[in-house]
């Protein structure tokens, strides 16, 4: 009956451990959450920076990981951090102005806010046009086009997924000049399309699924905003279509005249 007893009093202390109140009735995974959004706030923890570890975060509230991680996550929750596995958790940095206008360029947009724009190629086929992307290029239905999946980034924040489908006929080897040149522009060039312009553009707002989730380093069920577009060439054919899915915390887009 004494060990009974004993067992129960230590469920009982392991269970307010859990979720601890202060005096005032606070929840210690709340005051460790505002107290490191005031940090972020303040600027002692800059947009990009590496948070300090879960250990050390525990021992300088004096509660267990359980209340970090959980503090953690709501920041992360509300779009202040991000959690990158095996690396730490990092403060989010401000949200880019994505401008989208006649000529929309991934490169030059991220490059004017001050950050490096990078992106490499995760995945390409050859296939048959389903009917919509085949409206899109003006071409036949199950004629074959180049997939392309491109993951985009702005610094080390992974910023979109990028579907992009191109004509097989006019840009047959365009996997792997874009593996090589790693930017829709240069290898567009590539096969002699000098400039190129946004004909049209359709926003719808979705929830993010498990795929591209871990791809751009989002909590599971994180807004997106997903952009489709078609892009022409000089005599207004079109060249490419590409469904975009953008992780809405991280970039306002700005549509210019």
């Not at 923890?45 to 990981?65: K, Q």
């Not at 990028?162 to 006019?170: D, G, K, M, N, Y």
């Not at 005599?235 to 549509?255: D, H, K, M, N, Y």
Request: charged share 30%; with cysteine; aromatic share 4%.
């Amino acid at each position: 009956m004494i060990t009974m007893k004993r067992n129960l009093a230590k469920r009982s202390e392991t269970a307010m451990r859990a979720d601890p109140m202060d005096a005032a009735g606070v929840a210690l995974w709340r005051r460790v959450a505002d107290d490191l959004e005031r940090g972020i706030a303040e600027g002692r923890y800059a947009a990009g920076a590496r948070l300090p570890g879960e250990i050390e975060i525990a021992e300088h509230f004096h509660v267990n990981r359980h209340t970090v991680r959980r503090a953690l996550a709501a920041l992360a929750t509300r779009g202040l951090v991000r959690a990158e596995r095996g690396s730490g958790t990092y403060v989010e940095t401000p949200r880019i102005a994505y401008p989208i206008s006649a000529r929309t360029r991934f490169s030059e947009i991220v490059g004017s806010s001050g950050r490096a724009a990078g992106g490499r190629l995760i995945a390409s086929a050859v296939e048959p046009a389903e009917r919509e992307i085949a409206r899109r290029l003006a071409i036949k239905t199950q004629a074959p086009v180049v997939r392309l999946e491109a993951l985009r980034h702005a610094d080390r924040t992974p910023l979109c997924v990028a579907t992009s489908w191109l004509p097989q006929e006019r840009f047959p080897d365009a996997a792997r000049i874009y593996a090589a040149v790693r930017s829709m522009t240069r290898t567009l060039a590539h096969f002699g399309v000098r400039d190129y312009r946004r004909a049209s553009t359709r926003i719808v707002a979705a929830l993010v699924d498990a795929t591209d989730a871990m791809r751009l380093e989002l909590g599971p069920g994180r807004p997106l905003l997903v952009v489709d577009s078609v892009d022409v060439d000089q005599t207004g054919q079109p060249v490419l279509t590409t469904r975009a899915r953008f992780a809405a915390e991280r970039l306002e887009l700005v549509i210019e005249d």
